[in-house]
C-alpha cells in the first residue's frame, strides 16, 4: 500500500518533510492550554516514574518538560522527527515506530502522553490503542490524550504544510464513552480552544482528557 493510501504512511511521511514547518507554526511558543495539561498530568503522575509519550514529534516542548521529570521514552510514525526529538532533547529513548503496533509488558508505565497524535490514526483503531495503554499503565497510572472533537470518520488533505496529511476521530460523546468502557477512572474531559501564539490566531479545538487506571 502507498503512502498515498495508507493512513499512517501518509503521516509517517508528511511529518519527515514538514516537521520543523509544523513546528515553527504551532509549537515554538506553547498555547496556555498545551502548558496546563502537561502541568497537570505531571502533578498527577509520580514523581521519577516510568512515562511514554505517544508521538513525541520533534520533542519539544513535551518530551523536554518530561524528561526533567521522568524516565521517558518517545515514539513517533515519523522518522524524521525522531531524529529531530534525539538532538533536540538528548537523554530519553526515542522509538520509531507505529503506536497501533506497539508491544509492551503490562503495568510497564506510570503515565501516557498522546498530545495532537491519537487524532491521526484511523479511529477503528483508537478502541484497541486504549485498551493497550489501560494495560500498559501501572495502577493508578495517567493517560493524557488530546482527541477530535467532532465526528471525522477520515480526513486526507493533500497539502498541509506542502505535504499530505491524515486525521480521524470520533464525536466528544463517543470517545468520552470509549475511555470510560476502557476502565479509566477520568479526571478530567473537556473540550478545550487553543490559540497557538505563532498561528495567526487559528483556533484548534480538541477534547483534552486526563484519565487514571485504578488502583
Not at 21 to 34: A, L
Not at 35 to 63: H, K, M, W
Request: charge should be negative; proline fraction near 5%; hydrophobic fraction near 35%.
Amino acid at each position: 500500500m502507498s503512502s498515498v493510501d495508507d493512513p499512517i504512511a501518509r503521516v509517517a511521511s508528511g511529518y519527515d518533510k514538514v516537521g520543523d514547518e509544523y513546528f515553527k507554526y504551532y509549537r515554538t511558543d506553547p498555547s496556555e492550554v498545551v502548558t496546563r495539561y502537561e502541568d497537570l498530568f505531571i502533578d498527577q503522575v509520580t514523581a521519577g516514574g516510568s512515562v511514554l509519550e505517544l508521538g513525541c514529534g520533534n520533542g519539544l516542548p513535551t518530551a523536554a518538560r518530561l524528561h526533567e521529570k521522568f524516565e521517558l521514552t518517545g515514539v513517533d510514525f515519523s522518522a524524521g522527527q525522531i531524529e529531530r526529538a534525539r538532538q533536540n532533547v538528548p537523554g530519553p529513548t526515542f522509538i520509531h515506530a507505529d503506536m497501533t503496533k506497539l508491544e509492551f509488558s503490562e503495568a510497564s508505565f506510570g503515565g501516557f502522553a498522546a498530545l495532537y497524535s491519537v487524532i491521526h490514526v484511523p479511529r477503528e483503531f483508537h478502541g484497541d490503542l486504549f485498551r493497550s495503554i489501560y494495560a500498559w499503565l501501572k495502577p493508578g497510572g495517567i493517560f493524557m490524550t488530546t482527541l477530535n472533537s467532532s465526528e471525522d470518520s477520515g480526513n486526507y488533505i493533500d497539502d498541509w504544510f506542502g505535504a499530505p496529511m491524515f486525521w480521524s476521530g470520533f464525536d466528544v460523546d463517543t470517545s468520552r464513552q470509549m475511555i470510560t468502557d476502557t476502565g479509566f477512572e477520568t479526571i478530567s474531559d473537556r473540550v478545550e480552544v487553543s490559540d497557538d501564539p505563532n498561528s495567526d490566531h487559528e483556533k484548534e479545538i480538541h477534547l483534552w482528557v486526563v484519565a487514571r487506571k485504578p488502583q
